[in-house]
């Protein structure tokens, strides 16, 4: 099993970006599914998560700002990224069911 993530980068402050993540070797239509954030100094914190079924839930940080998604059928996870906040610097991680990681990517806010 694979996971790429894409999608960060430098924005300003209210700006937003959208997190892609591909999965591969294996079939994930049934798989919990989610996004984790380490930003500089901190440890590892979660950000949103879907389930098969659809069924989200958010940080408390991100509630409002962020949405999470899914294709089944591409085997993609997504991350969209709304008011991006200083707070919001991280690299961020997708994973399946907690087992399997991305690498990463960085999204940097940044005036």
């Known amino acids: 099993v694979q996971l790429q993530a894409s999608g960060g980068g430098l924005v300003q402050p209210g700006e937003s970006l959208s997190l892609s993540c591909a999965a591969s070797?294996?079939?994930?239509?049934?798989?919990?599914m989610g996004w984790y954030r380490q930003a500089p100094g901190k440890l590892r914190e979660q950000v949103a998560s879907?389930?098969?079924?659809?069924?989200?839930r958010y940080a408390d940080s991100v509630k409002g700002r962020f949405t999470i998604s899914r294709d089944n059928a591409k085997n993609m996870l997504y991350l969209q990224m709304n008011n991006l906040k200083f707070e919001d610097t991280a690299v961020y991680y997708c994973?399946?069911?907690?087992?399997?990681w991305g690498q990463g990517t960085l999204v940097t806010v940044s005036s």
């Open positions: 994973h399946i069911a907690l087992t399997y």
């Open positions: 070797g294996g079939i994930f239509n049934r798989a919990f």
């Open positions: 879907i389930t098969s079924n659809g069924v989200t």
